[in-house]
Structure formats: C-alpha cells, structure tokens
C-alpha cells in the first residue's frame, strides 16, 4: 500500500502518494508525532477498492479528489 520511507538525516516518516509520487508527511505512519494526521481534518473520502490509486495521496490528490466529489453548489431560487 503506502511507501513509507525516513528522510536522510532525520526522524520524520514520510509516506509516499499512490497517485501522484509525491512524498508527504503522514501522521499515522510517523511514530515520532502524538498528533492525527492532517487528513482527519478533511471530509472522509476513499478510492475504489482495489483500484491502483489505493493508499494514502498526499495533501494536494486528496483535495482534489474530495472537490471533485462535492456536489454542484445549486444557486439560489429567487424569492417572487
């Protein structure tokens, strides 16, 4: 699933994204962080099981993926 790697010359784990191969820090992969992982912030989104894109994504593929599952935002009826 995620590559999880530490950078040269410090303590912090690193995952890689499944979709773009970006790297990017992942609180629940890190061991060294008592804090959730940036995404737990965000609205709860998946890829379909068993696509290639399974796994973690980094900051910038998991918004856009959460945007573009948003529904249009309808405007507004008028008042009459």
């Given at each position: ?39 737990t ?40």
């Amino acid at each position: 699933m995620t590559a999880c790697h530490t950078l040269a010359n410090s303590n912090i784990a690193m995952s890689q994204c499944t979709l773009c191969g970006a790297t990017f820090q992942c609180g629940q992969r890190d061991p060294n962080t008592n804090t959730p992982c940036w995404c737990t912030a965000l609205p709860p989104a998946v890829p379909v099981p068993g696509s290639a894109a399974a796994g973690c994504w980094c900051p910038s593929c998991l918004q856009a993926h959460i945007t573009a599952l948003a529904p249009p935002v309808k405007a507004a009826a008028s008042a009459k």
